[in-house]
């Protein structure tokens, strides 16, 4: 639960900066509703480590600023870009979440009922990103994004 958790919180940063950059009201409400759904996904997670009586992250800092950075950067490339990037992170994301279904105890309802329903949400960002008018990103992106993404989710299961 820790590593959704910092898949939030850079979530929270990846959409503001996104947003603070939009070229358009339209584009801008998009990423501010996702940043409000990632903010509930956000909050059932934090609700689940306490209840687990674990930490959140203690690189959350990190994860938010970068992915603050990563977002001005996709969308002073324009609109499209930066829905294309929320598409592929979207895409990327569910595939982690599908992973992290696979590996959760099956008695473990309450963090499986989170992630699922998290795991929904995340498709839908990405298909109104999609509807929006995202852009195919180049090839060496998605790998970039899926390298850097295995390196927070490592990195944030121990630390």
């Not at 009586?53 to 002073?76: C, E």
């Not at 929006?132 to 390298?147: C, Q, S, V």
């Amino acid at each position: 639960m820790r590593v959704n958790h910092a898949g939030e919180i850079a979530a929270q940063g990846l959409y503001r900066g996104q947003a603070a950059v939009a070229r358009s009201r339209s584009t801008r409400e998009l990423l501010q509703h996702a940043a409000a759904e990632e903010a509930e996904h956000l909050a059932w997670c934090e609700a689940r480590l306490a209840e687990l009586d674990a930490r959140p992250s203690r690189l959350n800092p990190l994860w938010y600023f970068g992915s603050f950075g990563l977002g001005t950067l996709a969308a002073a490339l324009g609109d499209a870009v930066s829905l294309g990037f929320v598409t592929e992170t979207e895409t990327q994301v569910e595939g982690h979440l599908a992973s992290h279904l696979e590996r959760l105890p099956s008695a473990d309802q309450r963090s499986r009922k989170i992630v699922e329903l998290m795991r929904s949400e995340e498709a839908g960002h990405g298909q109104v990103a999609r509807a929006a008018g995202a852009a195919e990103l180049p090839a060496p992106i998605p790998t970039l994004m899926r390298y850097a993404a295995g390196v927070m989710t490592g990195t944030a299961y121990w630390l």
